[in-house]
């Protein structure tokens, strides 16, 4: 395994943070903006950011013939129209940090759909990171169950956002693809904006756009580090990156998502999201961190 540089070990830090802070900052914005609103708005200015960003840096940013038009669509369906749509509804639904573990889950399912659809090998390794996984929906759900303001139903769209982004994983890696990823993101994200917009308005109440100082900011968060930074420090360690080192950052976000809940939105995790996010950690730990 390569050793990381120390601009790439804080670029990792610093991302992973990004992606834990994310979920209880998104939640603060849901409690005065609709779902469905705060989606279309924060990500088709995100990639519009994103888009002049990588144009200024000589990335090709505009698809050429049907096949990469093709691609755009299809790939923009599981990854970022189902992934963003579902969990964002989801996130309404649940706690901040609840939402984390549940998305979090995605690693384990890719592997399993993997095996379940194109013939992967079913591993023993597998077989105990679905069975963690399993554990830990099951914890939530009897949770959810018990309390009286419970939303089991917030448990469906997370794991309906998680194989979502699991199957757009699968078909990201088989995909052959001729238009650069940055350009391939940007796009995917623009027209997912647009049916998310014509969702909301077709779904949620007219907005009134005056919200209290914390959700300006947190708004602000989603578009310029949430869609924006994130995605350049991303890009910019995807292709150096080792895969264990990759792994240990997937396995953070639920973690750091459950502890800063209570000090952004004041939602204190209960023993359940704790067993649960070792569960979750421990399954995708054991998929994703392979032996040497």
């Known amino acids: ?153 917030g448990i469906v769209w997370m794991q309906g956002a998680a194989l979502c982004w699991a199957l757009g994983t699968i078909w990201m890696r088989r995909a052959r693809l001729t238009l650069p990823p940055e350009a391939l993101v940007v796009w995917m994200m623009a027209w997912s904006a647009a049916v998310i917009a014509v969702l909301a308005v077709a779904l949620e109440p007219p907005q009134i756009w005056h919200f209290s100082a914390g959700v300006w900011v947190s708004l602000a968060w989603a578009v310029l580090i949430n869609y924006g930074a994130a995605q350049v420090i991303w890009f910019g360690l995807a292709r150096a990156l080792p895969p264990a080192t990759s792994a240990m950052s997937v396995m953070a976000v639920p973690l750091i998502g459950t502890l800063s809940a209570p000090l952004i939105v004041g939602e204190w995790p209960r023993w359940q999201d704790l067993a649960a996010m070792v569960c979750v950690v421990v399954a995708i730990g054991v998929v994703l961190l392979k032996r040497d």
């Not at 013939?65 to 639904?93: C, F, K, M, Y």
Request: hydrophobic share 60%; glycine share 10%.
């Open 1 to 153: 395994m390569s050793t990381l540089t120390r601009r790439q070990l804080i670029g990792l830090v610093v991302l992973t943070l990004m992606w834990g802070l994310n979920w209880p900052v998104m939640k603060l914005s849901l409690r005065e903006l609709g779902p469905l609103h705060f989606r279309a708005v924060t990500m088709a200015l995100g990639a519009l950011a994103l888009a002049l960003f990588f144009r200024a840096r000589g990335v090709r940013m505009l698809p050429r013939g049907t096949a990469e038009w093709r691609d755009v669509a299809v790939l923009g369906l599981p990854n970022i129209l189902g992934w963003h749509g579902l969990s964002i509804i989801g996130l309404t639904q649940l706690p901040a940090g609840r939402a984390a573990i549940l998305g979090f889950t995605m690693p384990v399912w890719t592997v399993l759909l993997g095996v379940l659809f194109y013939r992967e090998r079913l591993t023993a390794r597998l077989v105990l990171a679905t069975a963690a996984v399993l554990a830990a929906i099951a914890l939530l759900l009897w949770d959810e169950f018990a309390r009286l303001a419970g939303s089991p139903a």
